[in-house]
């Protein structure tokens, strides 16, 4: 059977779909290579979110058709996000590409790779009534390659989104809202336990609207307890949470469960009343204050991450001030800043008062320079303290030594609790003459000694966490 390689860009949600088609393909008897030179099928499966990752998917469908005619690729497919955006003119502008797939209709990967190069196939649009749609997102627990470390896999729990947001393309792309039904996701988690993973991070592009389709009530809340359940799993997360759900019934859910994470994932986008209506998000300055408030009321030592657009159409420089002020007061334990994408099919596409770019890219750094600020002072209120580790690896070396004894102090890096993987800092570890240093997936303690930046140094004490 023909070799496959896939890449796949974007976000964790567009990862899981990269791993169920790897796992469709490896069941179906495809073997997958990591080397594009020796793939005779090479699949991209592409972001579109904001111009950058359009960029970046045109680019790398570019690349991977140069080894059509200088490697052993005879077909390149492309899926994902570009696709439902672009489809029929990417395939115009890009000749080199043998089949599309969008992304509700990805459980023909294996079909479309059996067709072979040169068969070009006729797209039609996939419908979210359809039966393919169906299956993939409400059927029983699918196939899947998981790309992550063994001990963290993230378990996508819905699909779509039905926020209306100006400035988001993702309805489009992705269709409306549809849970995947808690039993699947349970089965799916109890497999996952059962291969090793430590970590569950749960994604949907709005996880805590979990359950709303299906008349559920605090569905997010019901999902948390039930997952806890599970025996394997020392931690679970729940990632983009949308600030108008988070619910006191959460915060005391996150709070009550030992296995949940005290982390809040909430992006807020902007404080600035008029402009968040203009966004059509909602909410006020203070209604957002309440949240974070609560949350620290209830959970002291939780960590608050969030994400802030500057450069919205109509910004202006009081409006940049307050959001600089509330990051100031509010002291986030991590916030990325974006730069206003203008995405054409958005409401926001027709708005007026478009800001100049050199204006939004100086409030990007100043922002950016204040929040890592108030990050890395928000960091030292570790030192001196023992805490929670999960080990990911050793810093510079990538595999475990050989040997009984190491003659030098090894140096590892690992992750609390309050710090996801791929997007926050890390802890490193200094291990110092152990006679077995930890290993990847393992939970240790650890001193904090001190803070650097957004990550942490710590020396891991003699006994293990668990």
Request: glycine content about 8%; charged content about 30%.
């Amino acid at each position: 059977m023909a070799k496959v390689g896939v890449v796949s860009l974007g976000c964790p949600k567009n990862l899981v779909d990269s791993e169920v088609m790897m796992g469709w393909l490896v069941r179906e008897g495809f073997a997958l290579t990591a080397r594009a030179e020796d793939a005779e099928i090479l699949i991209v499966n592409t972001c579109a979110f904001i111009d950058p990752a359009r960029r970046e998917s045109i680019e790398t469908i570019v690349e991977m058709a140069r080894w059509k005619e200088r490697g052993r690729c005879r077909q390149l497919i492309v899926t994902g996000c570009l696709v439902e955006r672009y489809g029929d003119p990417l395939r115009r502008a890009l000749p080199e590409v043998d089949a599309i797939l969008g992304t509700r209709e990805l459980e023909r990967i294996v079909e479309v790779c059996r067709e072979g190069a040169g068969k070009r196939r006729k797209r039609s649009l996939p419908i979210l009534s359809s039966e393919i749609a169906s299956r993939y997102v409400e059927g029983p627990a699918y196939p899947r390659l998981v790309t992550t470390p063994r001990h963290t896999a993230y378990l996508k729990i819905a699909e779509g989104c039905d926020h209306g947001c100006s400035f988001c393309i993702i309805p489009r792309l992705r269709g409306p809202f549809r849970s995947r039904p808690m039993e699947v996701i349970f089965k799916e988690a109890e497999a996952l336990a059962a291969r090793g993973v430590r970590e569950l991070v749960l994604v949907a592009q709005d996880t805590t609207h979990y359950g709303v389709d299906m008349g559920m009530r605090e569905g997010l809340v019901a999902l948390l307890r039930a997952l806890a359940r599970i025996e394997g799993p020392r931690w679970i997360r729940f990632l983009y949470a949308y600030p108008n759900h988070v619910s006191d019934a959460l915060i005391e859910t996150v709070a009550s469960e030992e296995k949940v994470c005290a982390y809040f994932d909430i992006p807020l986008q902007h404080v600035s009343a008029r402009l968040l209506r203009a966004m059509r998000r909602g909410g006020t300055r203070r209604s957002l204050e309440r949240l974070i408030e609560r949350i620290r009321r209830r959970l002291p030592e939780a960590a608050v991450r969030t994400t802030f657009i500057v450069g919205f159409p109509g910004e202006t420089e009081r409006d940049f001030r307050e959001l600089l002020d509330f990051c100031r007061v509010m002291e986030f334990d991590y916030a990325g800043v974006f730069l206003y994408s203008d995405e054409e099919g958005t409401a926001a596409h027709a708005l007026a008062g478009r800001v100049p770019s050199s204006v939004a890219r100086a409030r990007q750094r100043q922002l950016l320079r204040e929040v890592e600020r108030i990050a890395q002072r928000r960091h030292r209120r570790w030192i001196g303290r023992t805490v929670e580790v999960l080990v990911e690896g050793y810093v510079g070396v990538g595999a475990p030594p050989s040997g009984d004894r190491v003659a030098t102090p090894l140096v590892l890096r690992g992750r609390m609790a309050t710090q996801a993987p791929e997007i926050d800092g890390g802890v490193i570890l200094d291990v110092g003459e152990a006679e077995r240093p930890p290993q990847p997936g393992e939970f240790v303690r650890v001193e904090i000694l001190d803070a650097l930046g957004y990550d942490l140094i710590g020396r891991v004490c003699h006994e293990n966490a668990r």
